[in-house]
């Protein structure tokens, strides 16, 4: 299986397969039809507290990652272990965020654990 990473605001194509919000908050702009959204999965995206520090408070991306790992492992593991089955019968699953950065922002973090 594929894990993909785009942004919600991309327009959805037919090879994205399942597509799964991953961001706590309902990004400004697109509906869920037209994200072609199958499933909002805001459990498993950073908590309201990393959200703001990253960047916003001048968190280093590797402090960031430390701790969203943790969150991970911890009190949202059960939510990556419900995710996980949820795609899995997928061929390929695309994880939307609302982030600009595309290389440093949870969902490829994300990824990573979904894939382990």
């Keep these: 299986m594929e894990i993909r990473l785009k942004r919600v605001y991309d327009d959805p194509t037919p090879g994205d ?8 908050l309902w990004p400004r702009g697109p509906s869920k039809e037209r994200a072609a959204l199958d499933l909002w999965a805001e459990e498993v995206a950073r908590s309201t507290e990393l959200r703001k520090a990253f960047p916003h408070d001048d968190l280093s991306w590797s402090d960031f990652e430390a ?5 991970l492992a911890g009190p949202t593991a059960g939510a990556v272990g419900a995710l996980r089955a949820k795609h899995a019968p997928h061929l390929a699953v695309t994880l ?11 969902a490829v973090i994300l990824r990573e654990a979904l894939e382990a």
């Design 67 to 71: 701790a969203y790992r943790a969150e």
């Design 17 to 24: 397969g399942f597509h799964a919000l991953v961001d706590r």
């Design 96 to 106: 939307l965020h609302a982030v600009h950065d595309d290389t440093h922002n949870h």
